[in-house]
């Protein structure tokens, strides 16, 4: 849904786009839905260019007919049986508006036809290609409906009929057929290609009525390349079953190539003419007069007709503004180009022979569109002249004009032009930050330093003793690798019970050397838990014992254990805490012959 919205929002010209509208207001204030069908909703979903618009409503679109010249539609046309109505709106737009209808044949090429729903409608179309609808009404604007799987048949570039029976009820299928495929280059799907053949050899296209003899015949000049189509339909037969005096040798083939690439000029710079107007006289160049005017009253759109013969006043009134005064400047012939009747500008650009008029169309094609690359973007963006102002669109137009003038050449000249459109600047910001109050319960900030925890039974002068202890210990010894375990394990029951100091110091002096690391806190706190210990010993021995327990772990680790700790036996519960895995850095260290500075050692001797 949202990307046939996008599609009927950037595929159809601005002047499709205003006559789409107008009939959705119509069929609004009339209380009928309105929706999109046919060849316009295939263009889209192909990828072709949207050269008409067919539009159904669900009641009698006769009817509308006031309502459509109200709201600036031309009725051009006419089909009673069809309820259908053939409108021209300003821009060059061609619709057809016609009823939700079913139909039944009772004989060939007569239908008959009976108000239905628009999925009904869809299904008596011609080709599953053309049975699609878009709705345009408020509640589903842009909702596809597809019942035939039409969208299929696109992506595979094939007609295929809706019907089986298609050709037989209306034989004028056949020379749609020819002409899609000439103009599109598809190719029908296999069994309706088959049938095609069969209602050739049978002589289907008999059964023809007179209206869509001269309806088909009036869309070869609607083509965008007539030639190509009149010749397709020459090659199977069908020309002389529309208008056998019509022939693609009558044509004046290099005129009608000069008239395309004007069309294209013109398209290219937002010009959208109709070119059947200007296509007739060219496809009916060497035809007799006789013929061209019979071939006029055989027309569906008799508006097209008047249309056909009022082209040159209209195009000579044209040449006359285009070549005066109101047209001298590059901005005023511009202005004037693209508010003038399309058809108009494009037969005054293919026919005329003034010098002054050619030479103004070649720059129209080439230079004054070059203005708009000079439009001083990064300029209006410093002065604050943004897309989201108002007046932005305006003020680029004006702007274009002034440049393709030449009025604007400089810098200055520039910014002194766009000065007054340019918004005040805003004022400053104002930052507003409140003071930051101090938290009732704020703490003080950490230092990074981790401080060192006295350990359970230690005091204050023997962790003192050992931060001193640390540079001297620390000189002679390798830094350790591994990092200082954060808290030793207490010390069980039965090791609680032995008042014996030497014994509870020299335990973690083992249990650290056999796991290759120096506990800070452990040996600390086992050795100085008894209160005789703390007493005797001087902080000076104790800082000698825990300075390379801290930070020297290198010597621990690479030095094996001395043999009178050995020999004691530790604790039961020391025991079972180390585990057996750890020994291996001691008993490393003692094979490289590094002497282990112990101060397990200082206890033993002094009990002595």
Do not use: C
Not at 69 to 82: D, M
Not at 145 to 160: F, K, S, T
Not at 228 to 239: S, T
Not at 390 to 403: A, C, G, N, T, V
């Amino acid at each position: 849904m949202a990307d046939y919205i996008y599609l009927l929002e950037n595929r159809l010209s601005a002047a499709q786009q205003a006559a789409l509208l107008a009939v959705r207001q119509v069929a609004r204030a009339k209380g009928l839905t309105v929706f999109l069908v046919g060849g316009a909703v295939r263009d889209m979903t192909s990828g072709s260019p949207v050269r008409d618009l067919d539009v159904v409503v669900q009641g009698n679109a006769l009817k509308l007919k006031k309502d459509i010249e109200k709201a600036h539609g031309v009725i051009t046309g006419e089909h009673e049986a069809g309820q259908s109505l053939f409108v021209r709106f300003p821009g060059g737009v061609r619709m057809e508006i016609g009823s939700t209808l079913s139909a039944t044949y009772p004989k060939p090429g007569k239908p008959v036809f009976k108000p239905a729903t628009i999925l009904e409608d869809l299904r008596r179309r011609d080709f599953t290609a053309n049975a699609m609808a878009l709705s345009l009404n408020d509640g589903s604007y842009g909702l596809l409906m597809d019942p035939l799987n039409g969208v299929a048949d696109i992506e595979n570039r094939e007609l295929r009929l809706v019907s089986n029976y298609g050709f037989i009820e209306d034989p004028v299928r056949m020379i749609r057929a020819a002409r899609f495929m000439a103009r599109l280059g598809w190719q029908m799907d296999e069994k309706t290609q088959q049938r095609y053949e069969t209602g050739k050899q049978e002589g289907y296209i008999e059964a023809m009525d007179q209206f869509h003899r001269g309806y088909e015949t009036e869309e070869i000049f609607h083509e965008e390349d007539p030639l190509r189509v009149l010749q397709r339909l020459e090659v199977e037969g069908w020309i002389k079953h529309l208008f056998p005096a019509l022939s693609s040798s009558k044509a004046n083939v290099a005129e009608l190539e000069r008239l395309r690439e004007s069309q294209m000029q013109l398209e290219m710079q937002g010009i959208h003419p109709e070119a059947a107007v200007a296509n007739f006289p060219l496809v009916t160049a060497k035809m007799a007069p006789k013929d061209v005017a019979e071939l006029k009253k055989s027309f569906a759109r008799q508006g097209f007709v008047a249309e056909i013969a009022a082209l040159d006043g209209e195009a000579k009134a044209f040449a006359a503004e285009f070549a005066g005064k109101g047209a001298a400047t590059p901005s005023q012939a511009w202005k004037l180009l693209h508010s003038a009747k399309p058809e108009s500008v494009l037969w005054v650009a293919h026919t005329s022979k003034n010098a002054g008029i050619q030479a103004k169309f070649k720059s129209f094609f080439t230079e004054w569109a070059q203005a708009r690359q000079k439009i001083p973007y990064v300029l209006m963006q410093e002065m604050r002249i943004v897309p989201d102002l108002p007046i932005y669109k305006e003020l680029l137009d004006k702007l274009f004009f002034e440049l393709m003038d030449g009025k604007l050449s400089t810098v200055e000249e520039m910014k002194a032009y766009l000065e007054p459109y340019s918004p005040p600047a805003p004022p400053p910001p104002i930052h507003l930050r409140r003071p930051r109050m101090p938290r009732k319960d704020a703490k003080p900030p950490k230092s990074r330093k981790k401080p060192v925890a006295a350990a359970e039974g230690e005091t204050i002068e023997t962790v003192a003793a050992a931060d001193e202890a640390k540079p001297a210990a620390a000189k002679g010894a390798a830094p350790a690798k591994t990092p200082v375990p954060a808290k030793a394990a207490a010390p069980t029951k039965e090791a609680a019970k032995k008042p014996t100091a030497p014994a509870k110091a020299a335990a973690p002096a083992k249990k650290s050397a056999a796991n290759g690391k120096t506990a800070a806190k452990a040996p600390a706190k086992k050795a100085a838990s008894p209160k005789k210990a703390a007493t005797k010993q001087a902080p000076g021995k104790v800082a000698a014992k825990k300075a390379p327990a801290k930070k020297t772990a290198a010597p621990a680790k690479k030095a094996a254990p001395p043999k009178r700790a050995g020999k004691k036996a530790p604790p039961k519960a020391a025991a079972k805490k180390a585990p057996a895995k750890k020994a291996a850095p001691a008993k490393k260290a003692a094979k490289k012959g590094k002497p282990a500075k112990k101060p397990a050692k200082a206890a033993p001797k002094k009990k002595r």
